[in-house]
């Protein structure tokens, strides 16, 4: 093979190897702040679940998310901090995670590379608020779990 053709042909593999990690932007980077018993339709099933290793299990209407201690502390906040931040509840958080797939579907069909995006990687951060009494809001920095059935 000529120099030129094997030139060529390694620009076009370091092309194809880059290209996906340049593909838009792959993740809504402003926080979402989602409620978990705070702002929610009523017939929302809620389920918390705390391991021996105090890794927490929430389960909104068939979505899972998870807190690891080892990743951030759960912050108290009183009930009034919650006027400026705007919580959204679980269909929300859906509706807004399956624009940003279509929208790097059809990103994706223009630049002949699509990337799919798996629950963690939608949103670059999820915080979930949980109201324990009256006045007291707990606030943890929670994933998105793929659940495969």
């Known amino acids: ?20 990690f340049y593909v838009g932007h792959s993740q809504i980077k402003d ?13 929302c099933v809620f389920q918390k679940m705390v391991s021996e290793n105090n890794v927490i299990q929430f ?8 807190y690891d201690p080892k990743d951030s502390q759960i912050k108290e906040l009183p009930e009034s901090d919650l006027k400026n ?11 807004m995670a399956k624009q940003e797939r279509k929208r790097l579907i059809k990103e994706g069909e223009k ?3 699509i990337k799919i995006l798996f629950n963690n990687q939608v949103f670059d951060k999820i915080y979930l608020y949980e109201k324990t009494n ?3 809001i707990k606030r943890y920095e929670v994933i998105w779990i793929e659940e495969i059935e």
């Not at 931040?85 to 509706?95: F, V």
Request: proline letters at 3%.
């Open 59 to 66: 389960y909104i209407s068939g979505q899972h998310f998870e």
């Open 31 to 43: 926080p979402v702040h989602l409620s978990f018993n705070i702002k929610g339709k009523k017939n």
């Open 134 to 136: 009256d006045h007291l």
């Open 1 to 20: 093979m000529g120099t030129k053709l094997v030139f060529k042909l390694n620009i076009l593999v370091l092309i194809l190897l880059i290209t996906p």
């Open 111 to 113: 630049n002949k590379s």
């Open 85 to 95: 931040i705007s919580i959204i509840n679980i269909e929300s958080l859906e509706k």
